[in-house]
Nanobody, 124 residues
Framework: VQLQASGGGLVQAGGSLRLSCAAS????????MGWFRQAPGKERDFVAA????????YYAMSVKGRFTIPRDNAKNTVYLQMNSLKSEDTAVYYC??????????????????WGQGTQVTVSS
């Protein structure tokens, strides 16, 4: 399984960006897909996650109400729609896929595959 993240860039505070994570690989059917982010000198933090088969998404408190995580199963793609961006959202964003049920969706250990990361820079 390979994950390809794209869509990062430079945006002004208050603006929007949409990240994409396209998955490839035979019989791709993860249990959960997630987005994490890592700012310089900091740990990789959970942003959002969604079950591949349906159900309510999960969001970090810092992005709830501003970010959404839609998915397109037919395209094997998950997105991160980011609105009302703030300077503190600046980070490298990583998408991830997990195959194991009951794993903790908000922790990196709950995922089995990772994309290469895409830089998001929000200028104030």
């Amino acid at each position: 399984v390979q994950l390809q993240a794209s869509g990062g860039g430079l945006v002004q505070a208050g603006g929007s960006l949409r990240l994409s994570c396209a998955a490839s690989g035979r019989a791709f059917r993860p249990y959960i897909m997630g987005w994490f982010r890592q700012a310089p000198g900091k740990e990789r933090d959970f942003v959002a996650a969604i079950s591949w088969s349906g159900g309510s998404p999960y969001y970090a408190m810092s992005v709830k109400g501003r970010f959404t995580i839609p998915r397109d199963n037919a395209k094997n793609t998950v997105y991160l729609q980011m609105n009302s961006l703030k300077s503190e959202d600046t980070a490298v964003y990583y998408c991830a896929a997990g195959n194991r049920p009951f794993s903790v969706y908000s922790r990196t250990e709950g995922y089995d595959y990772w994309g290469q990361g895409t830089q998001v820079t929000v200028s104030s």
